[in-house]
């Protein structure tokens, strides 16, 4: 790694979350971080920037935009209001956590929501363990398998970042959840059409329902990256 490359990767553990990302998350997604809650951030991103640089967790080049791309986009799901009904005393299963995007940042942020990150990479899990650890994250449980084999989880919420198309992920999310219980699904585009498919309409278009939601919002970068988070009842 050229030292350049370095020296922008040692700022970055330097001063993250900084008060800046910090009032960013506040007035987009309306959400208060307490003192503890932006230390415990804090000490995780270093982990997580320290850790990558020998375990490729994520691109070097990706992490220079660890807090835009990923620490925002994961904690994006609280513009979703039924989230607020589950973070104290709920359960969400993270399928497919990579990094642990977005399971241990919300654990870390949740005290009172139950999180259980799954992957069947233990390169990646193993981190997940370490940060749990470190950072006494008793919230936070870790299952290094295929979701396919794991018994069910009978979670409030399942989620899905960067992982296959919804008509492919949403039986996992079918065997994992409880009854009436939701699946949400980080999704960058086609996201009216992924959840058609899924459900088997043939349309670029979907209209909402009840057991059906699309919220739209933008990652805090200088070109317009828009994002979504599609909700789906089960």
Do not use: C
Not at 85 to 103: A, H, M, N, V
Not at 118 to 124: A, E, T, V
Not at 206 to 232: F, G, M, W
């Amino acid at each position: 790694m050229s030292n350049d490359k370095n020296k922008q990767i040692n700022v970055l553990a330097d001063n993250f979350i900084n008060p800046q990302q910090v009032k960013i998350i506040h007035d987009n997604l309306g959400l208060h971080l307490s003192e503890e809650h932006i230390l415990t951030l804090k000490e995780w991103g270093k982990l997580f920037i320290e850790y990558n640089l020998h375990t490729n967790l994520m691109s070097k080049n990706e992490v220079v935009n660890l807090f835009e791309k990923h620490i925002y986009d994961s904690l994006s799901i609280v513009l979703w209001d039924k989230f607020h009904t589950f973070k104290d005393g709920g359960k969400l299963l993270d399928i497919g956590t990579g990094g642990g995007f977005p399971s241990v940042i919300l654990a870390i942020t949740f005290d009172g929501l139950t999180v259980v990150a799954n992957d069947s990479r233990s390169r990646k899990t193993k981190f997940i363990e370490l940060a749990k650890k470190e950072l006494n994250l008793k919230n936070l449980q870790i299952l290094t398998e295929r979701a396919e084999i794991l018994e069910p989880q009978n979670a409030d919420i399942v989620t899905f970042r960067a992982v296959g198309k919804i008509k492919d992920t949403l039986p996992l999310a079918k065997k994992h959840l409880k009854n009436n219980k939701y699946a949400v699904f980080y999704k960058a585009k086609d996201v009216a059409l992924e959840i058609n498919e899924a459900l088997g309409v043939y349309s670029d278009s979907h209209k909402e329902t009840k057991n059906t939601k699309i919220i739209p919002y933008s990652l805090p970068v200088d070109i317009q990256h828009v994002r979504n988070l599609a909700i789906i009842k089960i």
